[in-house]
């Protein structure tokens, strides 16, 4: 019985592992959408003439990436929802 708790907490240390760093995560496809979905609203981009203020970094988070710009920042979860 140890045998089969120590295979068990071995494989949620592991599951837990790459959910933290989510490795399946594309950096780019998560600029362009959080681009897409919010560059107008949070002021990213001027909403007169349409001109890139500044731009958006994605930075690894634990459980997802951080996306930030010079007007706010934003948690993208590993599973794909922009908070």
Known sequence: MKKNAKIA???????????????????????????????????????????LICDYTVMWFPFGRWVVSCEGGYFVTFWGKIL
């Open 9 to 51: 907490l071995i494989m949620a240390l592991v599951i837990m592992l790459l959910l933290i760093w989510a490795p399946w995560m594309d950096n780019q496809a998560i600029h362009d959408r959080v681009f897409k979905e919010k560059a107008r609203i949070d002021g990213t981009i001027d909403k007169q003439t349409g001109e």
